[in-house]
Antibody, heavy 118, light 111 residues
Framework: EVQLVESGGTLVQPGESLRLSCAAS????????MTWVRQAPGKGLEWLAS????????IYVGSVKGRFTISRDNAKNSLYLQMNNLRADDTAIYYC???????????WGQGTLVTVSS | DIVMTQSPLSLPVTPGEPASISCRSS???????????LDWYLQKPGQSPQLLIY???NRASGVPDRFSGSGSRTDFTLKISRVEADDVGFYFC?????????FGQGTKVEI
């Protein structure tokens, strides 16, 4: 059974940094692209970033490019999202998801809540 | 970025009755391989999104056959043939052809 478990979400002040983690199990982690998606309170879904199987290719949505960095450690079956210079509008539930070869997301974590507030 | 527009944004439904949600893309989602890169997700209250439909019309594993997807290029529709109480939640379409992938605003389906 595929499992994705996010962690690291918490309350931070504007301008601070935070690293989210996603622990994967139930599949060969190094065989899949992985993605971060977020959902602001009461809002829709926003695709943030994806990383390829070996970590050599990373793509971002424009709103986080230069502030957020996606990475992975295949030896630890883990995905990360380093978030710098956080703003109030970064407040959201952050989900990690496993990419299928057909580009859809069949497996999602339960999400971790990041709150940016002074 | 590709803009995905869903309608309606709120859909009151009656159990046993059909329901339909539209999703329009600002650019064609038809790949030269013949697939439309349009997916549908349902987010039930308090849960993560779950995949319903991929490539516009293919039901994901375990999805009841009362759910169906149709459409091509820029216009897509999700239909529920007979709504059940368990179908309430937010329905999102997502285009996965162009980077960045983008979602529709979501349609709230409630009894």
């Amino acid at each position: 059974e595929v499992q994705l478990v996010e962690s690291g979400g918490t309350l931070v002040q504007p301008g601070e940094s935070l690293r989210l983690s996603c622990a994967a199990s139930g599949f060969i982690f190094s065989d899949y692209w992985m993605t971060w998606v977020r959902q602001a309170p009461g809002k829709g879904l926003e695709w943030l970033a994806s990383i390829n199987e070996d970590g050599g290719t990373k793509i971002y949505v424009g709103s986080v490019k230069g502030r957020f960095t996606i990475s992975r450690d295949n030896a630890k079956n883990s995905l990360y999202l380093q978030m710098n210079n956080l703003r109030a509008d970064d407040t959201a539930i952050y989900y990690c998801a496993r990419d299928s070869p057909q580009s859809y997301y069949e497996d999602w974590g339960q999400g971790t809540l990041v709150t940016v507030s002074s | 970025d590709i803009v995905m527009t869903q309608s309606p944004l709120s859909l009151p439904v009656t159990p046993g009755e059909p329901a339909s949600i539209s999703c329009r893309s600002s650019q064609s989602l038809l790949h030269r391989n013949g697939n439309n890169y349009l997916d549908w997700y349902l987010q039930k209250p308090g849960q993560s999104p779950q995949l319903l439909i991929y490539f516009g019309s293919n039901r994901a594993s375990g999805v009841p056959d009362r759910f169906s997807g149709s459409g091509s290029r820029t216009d897509f529709t999700l239909k529920i043939s007979r709504v059940e109480a368990d179908d309430v939640g937010f329905y999102f379409c997502m285009q996965s052809l162009h980077t960045p992938k983008t979602f529709g605003q979501g349609t709230k389906v409630e009894i």
